[in-house]
């Protein structure tokens, strides 16, 4: 199993430009998340999913779009990146949305946006 | 006020010392708690849940208060390979992360 994967790795964007950061997993896990990371912030929710065709918003969903066509993928979209979008990107998943379960991470998309 | 705070550290310990990190959460309603762990420049991990009655891994306990909203994690005869930071995580209707507590331990 190669876990959750997300690409790219790095990326550097201009204000204004769009882009979507990919992340896939082969768990089969119903529950997917984008978290956003800044120094001293700890990690925050951006959106989530329960399953393939159900999304919602997490704690800073402004300027990220997401969709779950798939229960292996869940893309998330920079509409028009802005400075304030500078950070580290990471995907999770777990078997549920139930609380209790364990979520894995993929391994972070560093964004640069000037 | 954050709904989950930690103190950031960083802690600096000589190997085999004993560390405790506290975490203090706003939320009563929640639910789950957890202890991950994330290296430099890596994704969080999973370390260990919390649960109610306290509970222990190898060198590592965990401690919930309900009454007074506070989870804290004990690492006995720390090694150099427990350098990381600790994250702690609440969940309530969706996971909380605090900042995260830095750990070096030096030879």
């Known amino acids: 199993n190669a876990g959750v994967t997300q690409t790219p790795k790095f990326q550097v964007l201009k204000t204004g430009q769009s882009m979507t950061l990919q992340c896939a997993q082969d768990?089969?896990?119903?529950?997917m998340s984008w978290y956003r990371q800044d120094p001293g912030m700890g990690l925050r929710l951006i959106h989530y999913s329960v399953g393939a065709g159900i999304t919602d918003q997490g704690e800073v969903p402004n300027g990220y779009n997401v969709s779950r066509s798939t229960t292996e993928d869940f893309p998330l979209r920079l509409l028009s990146a802005a400075p304030s979008q500078t950070s580290v990107y990471f995907c999770?998943?777990?078997?549920?949305?139930?609380?209790?379960?364990?979520?894995?991470f993929g391994p972070g998309t560093r964004l640069t946006v000037t | 006020r954050k709904e989950v705070e930690q103190d950031p550290g960083p802690f600096n310990v000589p190997e085999g010392a004993t560390v405790a990190f506290n975490c203090t959460y706003s939320?009563?309603?929640?639910?789950?708690f957890f202890w991950y762990r994330q290296d430099c420049r890596k994704e969080p991990k999973l370390l260990m849940s919390v649960y109610s009655s306290g509970n222990e891994d190898g060198r590592f306990t965990a401690q919930l208060n309900r009454a007074s909203q506070y989870i804290s994690l004990l690492i006995r005869d720390s090694k150099l390979s427990d350098s990381a930071t600790y994250l702690c995580?609440?969940?309530?209707?969706?996971?909380?992360f605090g900042a995260g507590t830095r750990l070096t331990v030096k030879p």
């Open positions: 939320n009563s309603a929640s639910q789950s």
């Open positions: 995580v609440v969940n309530s209707n969706d996971m909380r």
């Open positions: 768990m089969n896990h119903e529950y």
């Open positions: 999770a998943s777990s078997y549920s949305g139930i609380s209790s379960y364990e979520q894995y």
